[in-house]
Nanobody
Framework: QVQLVESGGGLVQPGGSLRLSCSTS????????MYWLRQAPGKELEWVAT???????HYADSVKGRFTISRDNIKNELYLQMERLTTEDTAVYFC????????RGQGTQVTVSS
């Protein structure tokens, strides 16, 4: 059974940084493509970043150059380092095993506010 548990969210001021983590179990993490998605209040679920099994990464234009997705295939964990956060980054962040978020964790809240 796929289990995904996000952590690391919180309240941060504009310009600040956060590092999200996703602990996984129940599947062969090291060979799966993994995703970070987010959902802002009143908006649809949005793709943020992808890490393929070899560590090649892809980013939404809105976060490119500010966010870094990475993975630890020994610990079966996925990460999202977020820099230069803005109020537009406020959302619940999910890790997922598919780009649509059909299989995702419970999410972690990120609030960017002064």
């Amino acid at each position: 059974q796929v289990q995904l548990v996000e952590s690391g969210g919180g309240l941060v001021q504009p310009g600040g940084s956060l590092r999200l983590s996703c602990s996984t179990s129940g599947f062969a993490f090291r060979i799966w493509w993994m995703y970070w998605l987010r959902q802002a209040p009143g908006k649809e679920l949005e793709w943020v970043a992808t890490s393929d099994r070899d560590g090649t990464t892809h980013y939404a234009d809105s976060v490119k150059g500010r966010f870094t997705i990475s993975r630890d295939n020994i610990k079966n964990e996925l990460y999202l380092q977020m820099e230069r956060l803005t109020t537009e980054d406020t959302a619940v962040y999910f890790c997922a095993t598919d780009s649509r978020g059909d299989s995702r964790g419970q999410g972690t809240q990120v609030t960017v506010s002064s």
